[in-house]
């Protein structure tokens, strides 16, 4: 399957899911944001949600400083 | 307004601009924006900002400038080591521009205050390094129906979006809740190169000025993503999501959560 992963395309994905495809590119699912063709991808659905050849993903890290602790208030 | 003749002076670069004008000036000489955090971001946001003639700049901080800032930290010197952020940065600006009007608050902004200090603002900037910072803003931005313009850095990268609340989505429609505390590294643990926060600050303090002149086009709707060991800029258009827990058709979150606490009560 081919897919638009960040604008590039990437070929020979055997991901049906989009929690199957962030495995397959190694990416914790915890850290990111998830949208297929303009559409956000809950993190709930992860699991279930299909993926199909020719889809345009967006796969957003999480930025913002920890979130252990408020020491330091500012970047 | 009027504007001496020294100030004339001093904006002469915008005020020739057919964008902004001596209309425009005066309009940012009226602007009042609040700036959350006086770290990586919110040094070079209120040092362009204090430049700029910005009437009224706030800036909110609980820490007290180190060592290990000054990498990145542009507002604070080797001298104000030891003194709180807020204040250091006050300094700087009031010396580069006295028409401003700095108001330094070192505290920590919290659900119980965030409301009541940017009531009579205009914009909002957030330059916090913490997810619960982050949902706190954003979700009182929506509430309060605030401009804020978020920026984030970490290692190479950076981010940018501007929230126009009942226009646009909000950070929770991309990022509906923060991650699992510990699983995103902060710039402590992670490292920043220096000089992100002022591309990312430089962003943000651009995007101020034109929701102050209302001119040109906002990153509303859109993350811009910069990645210096790249050098690109990405953006990624960010639909508003109907099922947005905070600005969507039907809000879960209706009153201000801090995140802080009820990480503390989960450990």
Do not use: W
């Not at chain 2, 313009?149 to 929770?172: K, M, W």
């Not at chain 2, 991650?179 to 902060?186: D, E, K, M, Q």
């Amino acid at each position: 399957m081919r897919l638009m992963i960040n604008g590039k395309l990437k070929e020979n994905i055997g991901a049906t899911t989009v929690q199957e495809l962030l495995d397959e590119l190694g990416i914790i699912s915890e850290r990111v944001a998830v949208e297929v063709n303009l559409s956000i991808i809950r993190k709930k659905d992860f699991h279930v949600f299909r993926i199909h050849d020719g889809d345009e993903i967006e796969i957003v890290n999480f930025v913002g400083g920890g979130t252990d602790k408020r020491k330091e208030q500012s970047a | 307004m009027e504007f001496t003749d020294d100030q004339v002076m001093r904006y002469s670069r915008h005020i020739i601009l057919p964008e902004v004008g001596g209309k425009g000036q005066e309009k940012i000489a009226q602007a009042k924006v609040f700036i959350i955090g006086a770290g990586g971001l919110g040094c070079p946001v209120g040092f362009y900002l204090t430049a700029a003639g910005v009437g009224t700049i706030a800036m909110i901080d609980n820490d007290d400038v180190e060592m290990s800032n000054l990498q990145r930290q542009i507002a604070h010197r080797v001298d104000t080591i030891g003194m709180p952020k807020v204040e250091s940065a006050r300094n700087t600006f009031q010396a580069l521009n006295p028409d401003v009007n700095i108001i330094a608050l070192r505290q920590r902004i919290s659900k119980h205050d965030i409301l009541d200090l940017i009531k009579d603002y205009d914009v909002i900037v957030d330059g916090s390094d913490n997810f619960p910072t982050r949902y706190l803003v954003n979700d009182a931005c929506v509430m309060a129906r605030k401009p804020l313009v978020s920026g984030a850095i970490l290692r190479f990268e950076g981010q940018v979006t501007t929230i126009i609340p009942g226009e646009g989505p909000c950070y929770r429609c991309l990022f509906e809740e923060p991650p699992p505390a510990g699983l995103v590294p902060s710039c402590q643990e992670a490292g920043v190169l220096g000089v992100l926060p002022g591309v990312i600050g430089g962003l943000q303090a651009t995007e101020v000025l034109k929701i102050i002149l209302q001119k040109g086009e906002l990153l509303k709707g859109e993350l811009l993503i910069y990645s210096a060991l790249k050098t690109t800029f990405r953006k990624v258009k960010v639909p508003k999501n109907a099922s947005c827990p905070v600005c969507g058709d039907t809000p879960t979150i209706t009153e201000l959560l801090d995140y802080d606490e009820d990480y503390c009560s989960l450990r």
